[in-house]
Structures are given as structure tokens and as C-alpha cells.
């Protein structure tokens, strides 16, 4: 099983930035797919972004387009998430999630135990 641990959470203001990071205890073909979602307090989990350990495919929701970025360090197996420019709406726990690039399944793969954003106004 692949163990997934997210750090990099806290409290921020509106405006500022913050960089979650998610330690992979290893890479394979079953796990190629990575990346973040994220759940607000009485809301559904939901996508943020993702990319691939071996290349291609970066995707963002609508929502944090222009604000944050994924990147990936193969050496280390670990994901970053760049955030900037947060706003209040952002505020959520983050989810790492890793899983094969077939699955769709909203809840499926692997996930990290998750990180607190807290984004004051």
C-alpha cells in the first residue's frame, strides 16, 4: 500500500501563499496519477489539481487556475502544491491522492490523512 503524508498546512491571510507538500512512500505504474483535492467544512470533496510522476497531464480546477501550481520531485517522491493569491474560499482540508490515470472514481486511489488550510478574511 502506498502511504501518502501531507504537510505544508496553516493559518494565512487573504492574499498570502502557502506551499503543502506530500511525501509518497514510493512511485509506481498504480500510482502515477497525483494529486490534490481538497473538502470544506459541509461540503463535497473536491479535484484541485493533479499531475503524473512520468510526465504530462497537469490539470487544475477552475477555481485555483492562475493562483496555484502543482509541481513534483521524482527523485524525492514527493508532490508540491503552490498556492498563492488564497483567498477565504480556499480554506479546507487538503488531501495528497494517488492513483492509475484510468480511474475516475471521486473517492478512489490512495489518500493521505490531509492538511488544515485556514484562510482568514
Known amino acids: 500500500q502506498v502511504q501518502l503524508v501531507e504537510s505544508g498546512g496553516g493559518l494565512v491571510q487573504a492574499g498570502g501563499s502557502l506551499r503543502l507538500s506530500c511525501a509518497a512512500s514510493?512511485?509506481?505504474?498504480?500510482?502515477?496519477?497525483i494529486g490534490w483535492y481538497r473538502q470544506a467544512p459541509g461540503k463535497e470533496r473536491e479535484f484541485v489539481a493533479a499531475?503524473?510522476?512520468?510526465?504530462?497531464?497537469?490539470d487544475y480546477a477552475d477555481s485555483v487556475k492562475g493562483r496555484f501550481t502543482i509541481s513534483r520531485d521524482n527523485v524525492k517522491t514527493t508532490v508540491y502544491l503552490q498556492m498563492n493569491s488564497l483567498k477565504p474560499d480556499d480554506t479546507a482540508i487538503y488531501y495528497c491522492?494517488?492513483?492509475?490515470?484510468?480511474?475516475?472514481?471521486?473517492?478512489?486511489?490512495?489518500w493521505g490523512l490531509g492538511t488544515q488550510v485556514t484562510v482568514s478574511s
Open positions: 499531475t503524473s510522476w512520468s510526465g504530462g497531464g497537469t
Open positions: 514510493e512511485r509506481t505504474l498504480s500510482t502515477d496519477r
Open positions: 491522492n494517488a492513483r492509475p490515470r484510468w480511474l475516475r472514481d471521486q473517492s478512489g486511489g490512495y
